[in-house]
């Protein structure tokens, strides 16, 4: 059975930084990506950042580059979210998910129950 668990959310004020964490158990796939999404109140949920274990592709929204950086330790199957120069737009719910490709939404087999991010202006 897979388990997703994600931490490390929180508020923070705005220009402010949080690392989210996601550690899968019961998975293991060497070419489906982990990656990280988000869904704010009344929103549809869109992709922040995926990574392939290899580390070979990596994806962003456009929203969050330059800001965000994602990171994994794969013989852990954990994938970190580094998360700086937050602004207030970045308030949603973020899902962990693993088992897809880039940050296509639909392809994702597997996802946490989310960790809430809110940042104050």
């Known amino acids: 059975q897979v388990q997703l668990v994600e931490s490390g959310g929180g508020s923070v004020q705005a220009g402010g930084s949080l690392r989210l964490s996601c550690a899968a158990s019961?998975?293991?796939?060497?070419?489906?990506?982990m990656g990280w999404f988000r869904q704010a109140p009344g929103k549809e949920r869109e992709g922040v950042a995926s990574i392939t274990p290899s580390g070979r592709s990596i994806s962003y929204g456009n929203s969050v580059k330059g800001r965000f950086t994602i990171s994994q330790v794969s013989a852990k199957n954990t994938v970190f979210l580094q998360m700086n120069i937050l602004q207030p737009e970045d308030t949603a719910m973020y899902y962990c998910?693993?088992?897809?490709?880039?940050?296509?939404?639909?392809?994702?087999?597997?996802w946490g129950q989310g960790t809430q991010v809110t940042v104050s202006s």
């Open positions: 019961g998975y293991r796939d060497s070419s489906k990506a």
């Open positions: 998910a693993a088992g897809g490709v880039q940050l296509l939404r639909g392809t994702f087999a597997y």
